[in-house]
């Protein structure tokens, strides 16, 4: 936190790359509004993009325990925060999976992370955060088309977010042309920043440039009023692991 770059975009360093907050302000409203929130929390997403760059960079040859232990400084210095926490333990028993030929579908190691998270944290059960770190998951699960997993992922979530919040069916075109943006370009740049200062001025200049785009997209759509009620987790809870029960016995068909 303290390496982070100090310009007026600080609170984009820290959040993007530290899992820090956002603070209330104007361009947190707009992320909210367009649906790309979940880029700027620390998520499953952060991780496996890190696990991706790791690779890339090492070519592969970095023994599994070691990046893996990598992986897990990452999750400490998030204050563990539960979604990447459970991507973690998502990754690790994806090896376990492969190491000890368990035969293990995907939807059950993603349940297995789950129910591993509550075992850890169970006040976690009163947190949407966790829930929609699995429909997501979910959601990324079904195609192999961006656009149409973007699509998955607003169906299934859509009721989930919607009991707090508003999330505009433009949200799927936003996420499937900004999201690859943000996440392949700007975070690693982002990242680079805090170690390569020369980077910062342009790092900068780009924020301002995605947050004047961000700023336009939110102003041309037409948005009710977010709610603002209190939300009960256990009936999403419930209707996750609904989706998750129907997609799996879908998955197994079709590959029957």
């Not at 603002?228 to 692991?241: C, E, G, I, K, R």
Request: hydrophobic share 55%; aromatic share 18%; glycine share 2%.
């Amino acid at each position: 936190m303290n390496h982070s770059p100090n310009t007026a975009w600080r609170f984009i360093y820290q959040a993007l790359v530290c899992g820090e907050k956002l603070p209330q302000s104007a361009q947190k409203i707009t992320l909210q509004n367009i649906g790309l929130i979940h880029l700027f929390v620390v998520s499953g997403a952060h991780l496996h993009l890190l696990k991706y760059f790791l690779d890339k960079i090492t070519k592969g040859k970095v023994p599994f325990f070691i990046e893996v232990f990598l992986l897990f400084i990452f999750v400490a210095i998030c204050n563990f925060q539960i979604t990447a926490l459970r991507a973690w333990i998502q990754i690790l028993l994806n090896k376990g999976n492969q190491v000890f030929y368990l035969n293990y579908s995907r939807f059950q190691i993603l349940l297995l992370s789950v129910l591993s998270c509550l075992l850890i944290n169970p006040s976690k059960i009163t947190s949407l955060s966790l829930v929609l770190s699995w429909g997501a998951c979910l959601g990324l699960f079904s195609f192999s088309s961006f656009f149409l997993r973007s699509f998955a992922c607003y169906l299934i979530l859509f009721p989930v977010i919607n009991a707090f919040s508003y999330l505009s069916p433009w949200s799927v075109v936003i996420n499937a042309f900004i999201s690859p943006i943000i996440a392949c370009f700007l975070f690693p740049l982002t990242l680079m920043s805090f170690a390569l200062s020369p980077l910062v001025p342009m790092t900068d200049s780009l924020w301002s440039a995605c947050f004047y785009l961000l700023n336009f997209l939110d102003m041309s759509l037409n948005k009710p009023q977010a709610s603002q009620s209190f939300v009960q987790s256990l009936p999403y809870w419930f209707y996750v692991l609904f989706i998750h029960f129907f997609m799996e016995q879908l998955f197994r068909k079709k590959s029957l």
